[in-house]
């Protein structure tokens, strides 16, 4: 199975600075197959960016994603109290499909 | 609108099993897979499997082979994931969400597993 790892495990920021979130891939990932997906406490994951950089319906411009083939990037350009949570990226190319293990995004 | 709505919370003994359900509405349940993704307290997401709501085919992640079960009832629109053997460390949150090719926007509310002597 294809290991993704995520980086920083933690990142400290405040609101209106610009985040940038690592996820690297030990093997290419066919078709760019990797989501993005943002999780708060007590709530199911969010699906923010797929195929590296579509973003899903209604999420802000604000998010941007971006790469190929083994490493990968979620941008969140100003951000805001809403924002601060644990981000999740998912490669779904290859079988079995796997999740890094996130990056606290915290004040 | 698109809704899943997962079975309520569940506490078994070591050495049993347990079936959750993933009640789906606002939607062609045929068009779209059930995908299962499970969380243990206080760790990360973990990929189980998913079926093809449409034939029935699916894949599981070969941790769970041969003790988990994901099945379908399309007359009422119901995923099931059913896994045997329980242990402590499968103490965790486990959701259901829609999607093709991955999980997608929709996932159900997750339904907490507690195994426990």
């Known amino acids: 199975e294809i290991v993704l790892t995520q980086s920083p495990d933690t990142l400290s920021l405040s609101p209106g600075e610009r985040a940038t979130l690592s996820c690297r891939a030990a093997q290419t990932i066919a078709n760019n197959f990797l989501a993005w997906f943002q999780q708060k406490p007590g709530q199911a994951p969010r699906l923010l960016i797929y195929t590296a950089s579509t973003r899903a319906t209604g999420i802000p411009d604000r998010f941007s994603g971006s790469g190929s083939g083994t490493d990968f990037t979620l941008t969140i350009s100003r951000l805001e109290p809403e924002d601060f949570a644990m981000y999740y990226c998912?490669?779904?190319?290859?079988?079995?499909?796997?999740f890094g293990q996130g990056t606290k995004l915290e004040i | 609108q698109v809704q899943l709505v997962q079975s309520g919370a569940e506490v078994k003994r070591p050495g049993a099993s347990v079936k959750v359900s993933c009640k789906t509405s606002g939607y062609t349940f045929t068009d779209y897979y059930v995908y299962w993704v499970r969380q243990a307290p206080g760790q990360g997401l973990e990929w189980m499997g998913w079926i093809n709501s449409k034939n029935g085919d699916k894949y599981y992640a070969q941790k769970f082979q041969g003790r988990v079960t994901m099945t379908t009832d399309t007359s009422i629109t119901t995923g099931y994931m059913e896994m045997t053997r329980l242990t402590p460390d499968d103490t965790a949150i486990y959701y259901c969400?829609?999607?093709?090719?991955?999980?997608?926007?929709?996932w159900g509310q997750g339904t907490l597993v507690t195994v426990s002597s």
């Open positions: 969400a829609r999607g093709v090719g991955a999980p997608g926007m929709h």
């Open positions: 998912h490669q779904y190319g290859h079988s079995p499909s796997t």
